[in-house]
Every structure is written in C-alpha cells, then in structure tokens.
T-cell receptor
Framework: EAQVTQNPRYLITVTGKKLTVTCSQN?????MSWYRQDPGLGLRQIYY???????DKGDVPEGYKVSRKEKRNFPLILESPSPNQTSLYFC?????????????FGDGTRLSIL | GQQLNQSPQSMFIQEGEDVSMNCTSS?????WLWYKQDPGEGPVLLIA?????ELTSNGRLTAQFGITRKDSFLNISASIPSDVGIYFC?????????????FGAGTRLAVHP
C-alpha cells in the first residue's frame, strides 16, 4: 500500500531535549515536505526537499533541521525544542517537484513541548 | 508573508444542503488545490486547478479557479454526514515557483443528519 509513515504519532517531551520525527514514503517520490498545523493558521511549510541532498526552507524553518540522505526518508529534527514548537506536524510527498503533483500526507505527529 | 483568507471558518448545516466556501488572496496564484482533513488523519487532495477560469468537478464537489487568479471556491452539493471534516484551500503563488504551497486556515464543516 502506498503511504507516508510518520513516527512517533504522539510525543510529550521537555524543553531542550533533542528529538527527531521520522518520515518515510514507499512511493519512490522525489519531493518531500514538512508542515506544521496550528489552530486558526492552517498548514505552514517548514522545509521541503526536491530530491536526495536537496533541501530548502519553507515559511517557518526557524528551530528545525532536515536531511535527505535517502530518497524515501526525510526526518525532521528539533535540536533544542521549545514550547512554541508544540504543534501537529505533517510530512508529505509527491512524485516530482511541482504543484501539479498531488501531495500524499502522513497521518501526523502531535508534539507537546513542556 | 503571503496569506490566504479562507471563509467561512466553520459551518453547521443540515444533511442534503449545499455548501460553499472560498479562498481569496491579494497575490496572484498559479495553482489552487482543495484538501479535506478527517479527524486524526492527514489532508487528502480533493480537486486541483491549474488555469484561471477552470471549473472542475469530483462527484458532488465542484471547484473553480477565479479569473483574477486571486481566488477560488469549493461547492459541495447535497451534503451527507461523511462530508464532515476540515476543508483547506492551498495555493501555489506565482512568485514562489513550483515548490511553494500556502494553505488557508481551513473551513470546519459539521453536517447534522
């Protein structure tokens, strides 16, 4: 089954403790992206990647890092999480770069930073 | 940064009613997408629009890319209980190439049987 898998689905942690949210897709997609969803703000793009070793900032990249060493994986790293990063995070992928390609979303990761 | 104004924020309707929601922007967009999000899941693409004036249907859903390229609307006809969820518009701004996607804040739809 074609899917985008995020882990963990839920995480409660404390300020300053580094964490990584993994994202993996099994569709051989080139394009992957991370969003955060906050009430009243919709989804905002954090980082995206057009292919292996090619990443770029979205609208809200501060406090986040990403890497794309393999095509299928696109982890989101919070080096020193803070309470304002408490949010619902979505990873998405599409076959190629370009908005004419529908993005497939994972089921989300809810992070709470205390 | 660029923003999309999506309205209404929420709707509570009776089963069988038609629904209309829209997104507007002060900037020109190359692409308009409409997604639906069910509770506990990620957004799922409903309709994609690529040309100004384009009108596209997907079952009971119809969406249009505004002529000015600054707006789009989504209509749902004869709503049913499974239409419940959050509907998001998303646009690809003309100034952002083909990698940038901006989402509206969402319209939360509730359908009373």
């Amino acid at each position: 089954e074609a899917q985008v898998t995020q882990n963990p689905r839920y995480l409660i942690t404390v300020t300053g403790k580094k964490l990584t949210v993994t994202c993996s897709q099994n569709m051989n997609h080139e394009y992957m992206s991370w969003y955060r969803q906050d009430p009243g703000l919709g989804l905002r793009q954090i980082y995206y990647s057009m292919n292996v070793e090619v990443t770029d900032k979205g609208d809200v990249p501060e406090g986040y890092k990403v890497s794309r060493k393999e095509k299928r994986n696109f982890p989101l790293i919070l080096e020193s999480p803070s309470p304002n990063q408490t949010s619902l995070y979505f990873c998405a992928s599409s076959p190629r770069t370009g908005l004419n390609q529908p993005q497939h979303f994972g089921d989300g990761t809810r992070l709470s930073i205390l | 940064g660029q923003q999309l104004n999506q309205s209404p924020q929420s709707m509570f309707i009776q089963e069988g009613e038609d629904v209309s929601m829209n997104c507007t922007s002060s900037s020109i967009f190359n692409t308009w997408l409409w997604y639906k999000q069910d509770p506990g899941e990620g957004p799922v693409l409903l309709i994609a629009l690529y040309k100004a004036g384009e009108l596209t249907s997907n079952g009971r859903l119809t969406a249009q890319f505004g002529i000015t390229r600054k707006d789009s609307f989504l209509n749902i006809s004869a709503s049913i209980p499974s239409d419940v969820g959050i509907y998001f518009c998303a646009g690809g701004p003309a100034s952002g190439g083909y990698n940038k996607l901006i989402f509206g804040a969402g319209t939360r739809l509730a359908v009373h049987p």
